[in-house]
């Protein structure tokens, strides 16, 4: 059986009223929801940009300090090290529930490596130490990350990571003069 409905259905009384129900159900169902306090929406709505927000009238739902704040900071997440990409990221596969793995770039919260795509020859030098010295912490293994944020790149999230010797690799980095502070602004030169 083969069911169409031509452009004239609304008006052949048979298929008019089950449109015209339909759509008295969606419309009732658009209005609920509008309805709803802007309080119960999801924790992972977007949120409205400030200058929309302004500009319209409108107000986020969602409060205005960053994602990594809200996130719970008690919850810790082991993580399997794939590949090593710079001073201050690597690629992991993260085990977020028994059973699932998610695979994800995470960069180290609070700090900042020289890049290798260097500008200078003492950049790519201070890059490959840092790299170095990230690949020696990781492979004391028992690797972990938490306080998981979305990274302001986007593609990778920004987490405090430990190991099995190592409570805080951003600050053993810092210690080792691997790395320096990084509150997500922006970021100096390692030349000169």
């Known amino acids: 059986m083969r069911l169409s409905l031509p452009f004239a259905a609304p008006t052949n009384s048979r298929h008019g009223?089950?449109?015209a129900v339909a759509g008295v159900a969606f419309a009732f169902?658009?209005?609920?929801g509008i309805a709803i306090s802007p309080a119960t929406a999801p924790p992972f709505a977007a949120p409205v940009q400030p200058a929309l927000a302004a500009a319209s009238g409108a107000r986020s739902a969602l409060p205005d300090f960053p994602l990594a704040k809200r996130l719970d900071v008690s919850i810790t997440y082991p993580a399997e090290v794939l590949r090593i990409l710079d001073g201050d990221t690597f690629e992991a596969r993260v085990r977020v529930w028994p059973g699932l793995d998610v695979d994800t770039k995470v960069r180290l919260r609070g700090v900042d490596a020289a890049e290798l795509h260097a500008r200078c020859a003492d950049e790519?030098?201070?890059?490959?130490?840092a790299r170095a010295a990230l690949e020696t912490i990781l492979g004391e293994g028992g690797v972990a990350i938490s306080r998981v944020g979305v990274d302001k790149y986007g593609g990778r999230v920004d987490a405090a990571v430990s190991t099995r010797n190592t409570?805080?690799?951003s600050a053993a980095l810092l210690n080792g003069g691997f790395a320096r502070r990084y509150d997500g602004g922006k970021r100096g030169s390692w030349c000169g």
């Open 17 to 19: 009223n089950v449109l």
């Open 167 to 169: 409570a805080d690799i």
């Open 29 to 32: 169902g658009l209005c609920a």
């Open 124 to 129: 790519l030098a201070k890059a490959q130490a």
